[in-house]
């Protein structure tokens, strides 16, 4: 189940794309999702994440592009290092 795929397209959630806000549930660890406080919509997705991942629907590699996708955009929103210059 391509999660990303399917998420594309469709509307903004608070200013970001759908796939975008999924993502942060794909990425966090099972005990973690088990245990997710906050806004209503965020505790029933984490908990339906958390069931799909055990049942296998949500298979591991998604969650490691999840994971490599999200590293890639921190990369790239990083400011650029430049080193102090010596006087």
């Given at each position: 189940m391509?999660?990303?795929k399917i998420t594309?397209?469709?509307?903004?959630?608070?200013g970001q794309r759908?796939?975008?806000?999924?993502m942060r549930f794909l990425v966090a660890h099972p005990d973690q999702l088990d245990q997710?406080?906050?806004k209503f919509t965020e505790v029933v997705t984490a908990k339906a994440i958390a069931i799909y991942?055990?049942?296998?629907?949500?298979?591991e590699h998604e969650v490691n592009q999840a994971r490599?996708?999200?590293?890639?955009?921190?990369?790239?929103?990083a400011?650029?290092?430049?080193?102090e210059e010596k006087k």
């Open positions: 391509d999660l990303q594309k397209e469709l509307k903004p959630v608070k759908l796939s975008a806000w999924l997710w406080a906050g991942r055990r049942r296998g629907v949500i298979e490599f996708s999200s590293l890639v955009n921190a990369c790239y929103r400011p650029v290092f430049k080193p």
